[in-house]
């Protein structure tokens, strides 16, 4: 089993920028795939970003050059920081773990919202 711990999120104004953490309880050598997915009301859970143990990236194409997605495999950890933020990026974003064995982990969510 694999724990989650999301930090950072809030409200930001358009233009604005956010940054998203998450901790995971597991040795970097479990772990495939590490990234970010966001639900807005209403709609289905999307991808966000999400970056493989070879450190292959992959962005939703509505984030691609104002999102950045990194990782730190000593702290184990994946980060995105988000940038010129728009309203139509509110949403909870979900921290999300793929293992070598393919078992997919989520965290609890935190709220992103872009508002004036």
């Known amino acids: 089993q694999v724990q989650l711990v999301e930090s950072g999120g809030g409200l930001v104004q358009p233009g604005g920028s956010l940054r998203l953490s998450c901790a995971a309880s597991?040795?970097?050598?479990?772990?495939?795939?590490m990234g970010w997915y966001r639900q807005a009301p209403g709609k289905q859970r999307e991808l966000v970003a999400l970056?493989?143990?070879?450190?292959?990236?992959t962005y939703t194409d509505s984030v691609k050059g104002r999102f950045t997605i990194s990782r730190d495999t000593a702290k184990i950890t994946v980060t995105l920081q988000m940038d010129s933020l728009k309203p139509e990026d509110t949403a909870v974003y979900y921290c999300?773990?793929?293992?070598?064995?393919?078992?997919?982990?989520w965290g609890q969510g935190t709220q992103v919202t872009v508002s004036s």
């Open positions: 999300y773990v793929q293992t070598i064995t393919s078992n997919g982990y």
């Open positions: 597991t040795s970097i050598f479990n772990i495939y795939a």
């Open positions: 970056i493989t143990s070879s450190d292959r990236i």
